[in-house]
């Protein structure tokens, strides 16, 4: 009987610690760790995976502007208008229906002059 109770009582004590075991943290978490902390604090919001594939994001930003090398006031804008686009506004030039010949093949030419 004694036995028993041992052997319940060590597998009681192994499930409980597998229940409290913490995993180790993801390369994302441990990347979201590193970054500057109001980076951290502008993407908080946000899971760490979600995080990092944003500052990537905004990382391929800067080199399609031509900014391979950006420093970190201009990555901090970039990453701002990622996050909160409403905050960031760029102007429309469109043409609109003024065009000649219209700017998309879905638009119905004008119809003919009547003679």
Known sequence: ?????????FAFAGVLHAQTAVPPPTP??????????????????????????????????LIALGMPNASGE?????LQALVQPSSYSVGSASAGATSFPPLSPLVAPPPPLPR
């Open 1 to 9: 009987m004694p036995r028993l109770l041992l052997a319940l009582l």
């Open 28 to 61: 994302e978490e441990q990347a979201f760790a590193r970054l500057a902390p109001d980076i951290r604090q502008m993407l908080g919001h946000l899971t760490a995976a979600q995080a990092m594939q944003t500052v990537r994001h905004a990382e391929q930003h």
């Open 74 to 78: 201009q990555f901090r804008n970039v």
